[in-house]
């Protein structure tokens, strides 16, 4: 399938699955899963994905992280809690949701500057001069966590060694 070169692969993603569902459609054939490069990855493309039930193999972007480290995250009260051996324990509750720079919307957390003020690993945490710590996370973060997870499993390495013979 040919796009406009103004559109990233992530914004074709679904016009291409629905193509291809409707050409193995013709032959009886049910699409389930799908492998594709790093360009394909958006929390959006991800969501499509999971709501037609594909299962995909797409190596999450470079700015994704699936661990912050010295923080947990609690997902029953939407916060991170710093787990830092020598650390004051900060709470990070969210704060706001923002675009961030690549148009992408980003969920923001962030501790008090009291929680950070005297803090031990300061320094290294947050660095000389911020006043607390700050954690973003994509708004699909859960869609880039569950394809994360997928991707680590032995079914998924196999089939991005077939890809590369390919």
Do not use: W
């Not at 912050?68 to 830092?84: H, M, S, T, V």
Request: with cysteine; hydrophobic share 25%; proline share 2%.
């Amino acid at each position: 399938m040919a796009d406009y070169s103004d559109k990233r692969d992530s914004q074709s993603l679904e016009q291409v699955i629905n193509q291809t569902k409707e050409n193995l459609a013709e032959n009886g054939l049910l699409l389930e899963e799908v492998l594709a490069d790093t360009g394909y990855s958006s929390g959006s493309a991800l969501a499509y994905l999971d709501q037609q039930n594909i299962a995909g193999y797409i190596p999450n972007f470079g700015q994704y992280k699936p661990s912050r480290e010295g923080f947990i995250y609690n997902k029953e009260l939407d916060r991170y809690e710093c787990i830092q051996e020598g650390g004051n324990k900060a709470l990070l509750p969210y704060k706001s949701t923002n675009m961030g720079s690549l148009e992408y919307e980003k969920k923001s957390y962030r501790s008090s500057s009291k929680d950070c003020k005297h803090c031990p690993l300061r320094k290294t945490c947050i660095g000389k001069t911020a006043d607390y710590k700050k954690i973003e996370d994509s708004i699909h973060k859960h869609y880039y966590d569950k394809m994360h997870q997928r991707l680590q499993t032995s079914y998924a390495k196999g089939m991005k060694n077939f890809a590369a013979v390919l």
